[in-house]
């Protein structure tokens, strides 16, 4: 049941990368910085955790003893709810005119971050399909989950759901979030790992002009094989052998000049190491998962990079109050008695 239970270094140098996002302007008080680190680790332990007892474990007992040893004084503030972080407060993804400095903070209370996304999701459907999304507070919870991984440089995430939780469509909306492109594999009749690798490549040959989300649901697994591929960039950064050697120059030629003005080498194969670190850099692989049956499990355990280099995120099935929300949210146009839709809701 809880095959992802696996922590390592990685895990540490997670919160550390959390950390280093403050910023002397939002950051300016002891119990503001506590409860950044407090964030950091719920993101990075509690998140993947696949029931509340397992949660209240880490956040009332683990964190709940911290705070009262190190940091008596500043425990209440530190240890109040909702704790949620993000740096889109000021993001504006329609306007390019407006100034957006990203600034690390805490976002505060769910009805600033429902009003936030809420503009999101209406921006978004000017520029794509508009997605008819009840922003419920679990919801809004995940979607700035998601957008923190994927603001990191090479942050990749494991989104473990049952079908109809949300994960396609909360990505989709975390990535506008942050002004990146969203990329997908279009599965047709016959498609297979050839199809994939030329998918791969288009994605390698963009992701230096703007960053990408790579979104690849179980559906996406037409065969296993694309799972190692993921995995290869994963976990090395490319997929070996993806490119012909006179392809190469082509892909690395745009960034000789930053290379030059580092006086970095420019032997072959440095050049190469180079474009594929900045490249991955660029890159944030969503893999959208069910944990039905036993599929999951054994994909992680043969391909031990889609634990091990993403930061995982399981979603629970939505609580009462959300289905009541989304429920009353379609009955908003229906022609009923007040009484009859609350009995419908």
Not at 193 to 200: K, Y
Not at 215 to 240: K, M, Q, Y
Not at 301 to 318: A, E, K, M
Request: proline letters at 4%; charged letters at 30%.
């Amino acid at each position: 049941m809880k095959f992802h239970y696996i922590f390592n270094l990685r895990d540490l140098s997670k919160i550390y990368e959390g950390l280093l996002l403050s910023t002397m302007d939002k950051f300016q008080t002891k119990e503001k910085f506590i409860r950044l680190w407090r964030n950091e680790s719920y993101r990075v332990f509690a998140d993947r955790l696949i029931d509340q007892t397992d949660k209240d474990l880490v956040q009332n007992t683990v964190m709940g003893d911290l705070c009262k040893e190190f940091f008596k004084d500043v425990e209440e503030s530190v240890m109040a709810d909702p704790c949620i972080f993000g740096d889109f407060a000021m993001a504006s993804p329609t306007d390019e005119e407006v100034e957006d400095p990203r600034l690390y903070e805490d976002l505060g209370d769910f009805s600033v971050i429902k009003e936030k996304l809420d503009k999101m999701l209406e921006d978004y459907g000017f520029d794509h399909k508009p997605m008819s999304l009840v922003l419920f507070n679990d919801a809004l919870e995940h979607v700035v989950k998601i957008h923190r991984i994927i603001r990191f440089q090479k942050g990749c995430a494991l989104l473990v759901g049952f079908g109809g939780s949300g994960k396609q469509s909360l990505t989709r909306l975390a990535t506008f979030t942050a002004c990146y492109e969203l990329f997908q594999i279009n599965l047709i009749r016959g498609y297979k790992e050839f199809d994939f690798r030329e998918d791969l490549k288009n994605l390698f040959r963009t992701v230096l002009d703007k960053p990408q989300t790579f979104l690849f649901t179980d559906s996406h697994v037409a065969e296993e094989g694309f799972l190692e591929l993921i995995n290869n960039i994963l976990t090395i950064g490319i997929v070996p052998g993806l490119f012909p050697e006179e392809e190469k120059d082509g892909l690395i030629n745009p960034l000789d000049e930053e290379m030059r003005k580092q006086k970095l080498p420019e032997t072959k194969e440095f050049r190469w190491n180079y474009f594929v670190s900045r490249a991955r850099e660029n890159l944030h692989i969503v893999l959208a998962m069910s944990p039905a049956g036993d599929t999951l499990r054994l994909r992680c355990r043969n391909f031990p990079g889609l634990i091990s280099n993403t930061t995982v995120d399981w979603f629970f099935p939505w609580p009462e109050d959300a289905l009541t929300a989304v429920a009353e949210n379609f009955m908003g146009s229906v022609q009923l008695e007040p009484e009859e839709k609350k009995k419908v809701t």
